[in-house]
Structures are given as structure tokens and as C-alpha cells.
């Protein structure tokens, strides 16, 4: 594990998610965070399901990635995901991406803003101090 960081996971790259010249597509990328935020919630005990019981659901309103070093196909990527910030509405996530061969070489390093909605109106909404509680957990 990364220091600093409270949950990891990994994938492989798949042949599909590279280009032309063998390395991963940015667009992959996105991916890897949403495999990375939907397991910290899983681990923080919060599922899709769980969180409609809640009446809220999640939707990310703002991704920020920075490409360090190229990922080819079949490499095992390390995705160290932590909660860097817990509002009312909305937390924001970081992550670090490395080799898991050498957990020091950085592939990507990114932020993603998540909010808590209402299904119903699609509007922003208070998240339940549970799910608070459950997040500041992992």
C-alpha cells in the first residue's frame, strides 16, 4: 500500500484499453478511477443498492487526471484510492496509479468530486451522517 493511502486494488490492463502504439488510452483511465471509487465504497460498506435505501445516489461532477508514465497492455496496475475531503454534499477522492512490479513507478495521479443527489430530482442533497461516518471508515 501506498504510504498515506487506505485502500488499494488492482487490474490488469486489458489489450483492448491500448492504442496504436501499445500503450493504455487516457480514456482508460477513467475507468481505473470508477474501479478504484466503487471498491472503496464497497469496502466502506456502501453499495448501489445501499445507498438508494439512503434515497441518494452518487454522480461524479469533476475528474482530474495527470499522466506520469505509460501502461501497456497485461501490465498489474495498483490503484491506491483515500477520501481527501467530506462535505455535506459532495467528497473528493485521490488516487495514485502505479506498477504493481514496482509500486513506486507512477502511471497516473487524479481527483475525482463525487456528489450525493436525489434520484427523484437529480438535484444535490444532504448525504446521511451513516454514509458520512462509513466513508471517513476506510
Known amino acids: 500500500m501506498m504510504e498515506g493511502f487506505t485502500f488499494s486494488v488492482q487490474v490488469r490492463v486489458r489489450f483492448a484499453e491500448t492504442d496504436a502504439q501499445g500503450?493504455?488510452?487516457?480514456?482508460?483511465?477513467?475507468?481505473?478511477?470508477?474501479?478504484?471509487?466503487?471498491?472503496?465504497?464497497?469496502?466502506?460498506?456502501?453499495?448501489?443498492?445501499?445507498?438508494?435505501?439512503?434515497?441518494?445516489?452518487?454522480?461524479?461532477?469533476?475528474?482530474?487526471?495527470?499522466?506520469?508514465?505509460?501502461?501497456?497492455?497485461?501490465?498489474?496496475?495498483?490503484?491506491?484510492?483515500?477520501?481527501?475531503?467530506?462535505?455535506?454534499?459532495?467528497?473528493t477522492m485521490e488516487y495514485v496509479i502505479t506498477q504493481a512490479e514496482d509500486n513506486e513507478r507512477v502511471v497516473a495521479k487524479a481527483h475525482t468530486v463525487t456528489v450525493s443527489i436525489n434520484p427523484g430530482t437529480i438535484r444535490a442533497c444532504m448525504m446521511p451522517q451513516a454514509l458520512k461516518q462509513m466513508l471517513r471508515g476506510v
Open 23 to 91: 500503450i493504455v488510452n487516457n480514456g482508460a483511465y477513467m475507468a481505473y478511477l470508477e474501479v478504484g471509487r466503487i471498491e472503496f465504497l464497497r469496502r466502506a460498506g456502501i453499495s448501489v443498492k445501499d445507498r438508494l435505501k439512503y434515497g441518494i445516489d452518487f454522480v461524479l461532477v469533476e475528474a482530474c487526471i495527470q499522466y506520469k508514465s505509460a501502461a501497456t497492455a497485461d501490465d498489474l496496475l495498483n490503484i491506491h484510492v483515500r477520501l481527501k475531503d467530506l462535505k455535506d454534499r459532495a467528497f
